[in-house]
């Protein structure tokens, strides 16, 4: 695999004084824990440095690295998202197909007033909108949209492997990616904290160096 700066001065460290803490590593490279996050989470799923609870971070040496296959089922969606990309679902067609083209994304997650999941409208909507005679500067996307509860979604401590199986599974592009929170009245809601694309799952497949 090949590393980028960032990680080979984590390796570098870690290989000069096993086991050190996130706080510890992340002091000596004037950076914040948060920024770190995803470097530590590649190099402990890949088998360059292994995580101990409490302990730390320390480094392992060729032969103590299991295969990147086996550890890819420990990455987190969580480390891995990417930004949202929402949109009302009051907006209408035609605002969509701007907002695909600004956020630069095939499909955008439609939400509610609070942020809950609504559904999802992707370019395949769009055209087939198109094709008919709606009126694409007046309908709303609500219209047009893949609901709830008919969307497949992913949670930020579930592993990318399961996630992109879901993907592949139900051939969809993006999975919204939620917590489930609980309101007053005991009403589960999906709060929208990320996208997981098929776009993410290439990137971790070059990351790791396949
Ligand atoms: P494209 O339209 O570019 O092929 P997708 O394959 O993602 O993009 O979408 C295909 C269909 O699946 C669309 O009707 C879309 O609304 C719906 N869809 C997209 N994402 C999801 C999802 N996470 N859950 C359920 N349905 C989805």
Redesign the pocket.
Known sequence: MKLTERQEKIVNLVKESSPMTSEQIAGQLNLTRATLRPDLAILTMTGVLDARPRVGYFYKDDSMRSSIRERMRYLRVGDFKSVASSVKESITIYDAVVAMFTNNV??LIVVGQERELR??????????ASLGKTELQQVPISV???RMP????AYSDESVMEAAH?LVR???????VVDILIDETGNERCDVVGRFTKTNVANLFVELGY
């Open positions: 095939g499909s559904g999802m409208v992707s370019r395949k909507d769009i055209l087939k047009i949209m893949t008919n969307i497949i979604m879901k139900h051939q969809i592009d993006s999975l919204p």
